[in-house]
């Protein structure tokens, strides 16, 4: 597979975590969650946090790969270093900003992730496991020693403390919707996955099976032990779950292994539709991968005008007390279906977005 295949199949990964971002976030936002056909919540209950944590794996995969361009040239290692850690700080610019309008941002928590990821893409493969599984259980002990409910009407999902020092730092830390501790993770696992011959269909099947294998080993085990403790407290039930808040280690397991899956798919499809070019053009490739490439900018138009027009038309939780999932896949479904006509014209005149041709305008 050539680095332009690879890339592309990274790009149709960013696409399907796009998609399932905005399927999950347009649930939350409206409501619906649980309500509507066993379909539909299913379907969108499997998403909730997997699509955003398939996200920060491809982050971490793209820096390792440009880390990887470098080899040993320490010159070229500085100058990543300093322009990741500039795109990091016009990340959190733009994610607070964000954060005025949608509570749960994740691009404040990108540029943690990538402020800090960047000081790993030197480290040995064994050297990141082992951060991995430090952050990973250093959350669980963080869980059992601080108040995780601090900060938080559960009532509303509302944090009310965000915008103070202490409740921005233990947000952004701790009990956060993607806080860094544990989902740095996320990112090191990328940082991992990109040091392997991702261009290798033998390495797409066992990312491939060792996801699905792992994905289904955590939920089996995690419906099991929820069983065994059917009745304890509620701390000692967060332990065996397999949802994003609190992040417990099922869950980082959980979404490793969706990521893998994604990941091994996306390559395999890129490399499919490469010997293949009107196969692409007849499902669509090509544009799937230049919305891959948006999605900073539509991640931030999806919040201003999907959830923008949600609230117009009275869809929005609290406005609508009789939508359902099933609405939500249906608003998601037009949503992307505008979203795919706006690349396909803007991509005839420009290859990034503008937000990331702001960002790369910045911080060149």
Request: aromatic share 16%.
């Amino acid at each position: 597979m050539t680095t332009t295949t690879r890339l592309e199949g990274l790009d149709f990964a960013r696409f399907i975590a796009f998609v399932g971002m905005v399927l999950v976030n347009f649930a939350v936002v409206m409501g619906v969650e649980g309500e509507g056909s066993f379909l539909a919540t299913t379907f969108v209950g499997a998403l909730e946090g997997r699509a955003a944590a398939t996200f920060v794996v491809l982050a971490g995969i793209g820096l390792g790969l440009a880390a990887s361009q470098n080899n040993n040239d320490l010159e070229a290692n500085d100058y990543l270093v300093w322009l990741t850690t500039k795109r990091a700080l016009f990340l959190l610019a733009i994610g607070l900003l964000n954060s005025l309008i949608f509570d749960a941002d994740i691009l404040h928590y990108y540029a943690l992730y990538f402020f800090f990821g960047v000081f790993f893409i030197r480290m040995s493969s064994s050297g990141l496991i082992f951060s991995i599984i430090f952050l990973i259980v250093g959350f669980v002990i963080m869980l059992f020693t601080l108040d995780y409910d601090v900060g938080w009407d559960w009532k509303t999902y509302t944090y009310k403390n965000f915008w103070t020092l202490e409740g921005f730092i233990t947000n952004l830390f701790f009990n956060g919707w993607h806080p860094v501790i544990p989902w740095l993770a996320f990112f090191l696992f990328g940082i991992l996955l990109s040091r392997l011959s991702l261009d290798q269909a033998q390495t797409q099947l066992q990312l491939f099976i060792f996801g699905l294998i792992a994905l289904l080993t955590v939920e089996g085990l995690s419906l099991f032990t929820l069983a065994l403790l059917s009745g304890a407290e509620q701390d000692l039930l967060d332990i065996a779950t397999t949802e994003p808040l609190p992040p417990m280690p099922f869950y980082m397991i959980a979404g490793m292994a969706s990521a893998c899956m994604v990941l091994a798919f996306s390559l395999w499809v890129s490399s499919l539709f490469a010997k293949s070019p009107r196969l692409s053009k007849i499902f669509g490739f090509k544009l799937s991968t230049q919305i891959g490439r948006q999605t900073l900018t539509l991640y931030v138009a999806h919040i201003l005008f999907g959830m923008g027009t949600l609230e117009y038309l009275g869809l929005l939780d609290g406005q609508n007390a009789s939508g359902t999932t099933d609405d939500a896949i249906i608003a998601s479904g037009i949503f992307i279906f505008a979203t795919g006509l706006y690349v396909w014209a803007y991509s005839k005149f420009f290859t990034r977005g503008p937000i990331e041709n702001l960002m790369r305008l910045i911080t060149r």
